[in-house]
């Protein structure tokens, strides 16, 4: 059985895969708002080559926060927003925790554009926080 394993509103996509996660987090920047419907995006990070998709997926790429394009890959028949391939991260898919079969398998442990988070978000202790997107790891 796939280790993340989901899909859209309507069943018309799904997508697996049994990698490890990159990481997991949430984003609160003004784009994964908007793209969301949400105050932020939850999100598990995947190698790309590891991600098996089932159906037509459209794209909507734009330029976000960190300056650099993101590609929105959703369902075409009802629009659920499923995962993201970000330039600056080409080898990672971004899986939208809320389209996985189970999302209680993701709790993000990094916050990345916390100075765009709404007045009210209430960041766990523990989990790592930056106001902007921090410098790559090693």
Do not use: N
Request: with cysteine.
């Amino acid at each position: 059985m796939p280790r993340y394993q989901g899909g859209c509103l309507c069943g018309a996509v799904r997508y697996a895969s049994e990698a490890d996660p990159i990481f997991s987090g949430a984003c609160h920047c003004r784009d994964c708002q908007r793209f969301t419907g949400s105050a932020f995006a939850v999100v598990v990070a995947v190698p790309r080559d590891s991600l098996r998709v089932e159906g037509d997926t459209a794209r909507f790429t734009c330029i976000c926060d960190s300056g650099q394009p993101i590609h929105r890959m959703f369902c075409p028949t009802c629009g659920s927003g499923l995962y993201d391939i970000a330039e600056i991260m080409p080898q990672a898919a971004m899986l939208a925790v809320g389209t996985l079969d189970d999302p209680a398998l993701v709790e993000p442990s990094v916050h990345v554009y916390c100075i765009r988070a709404q007045p009210w978000v209430a960041f766990p202790d523990g989990a790592a926080k930056f106001d902007r997107m921090p410098p790559p790891g090693p």
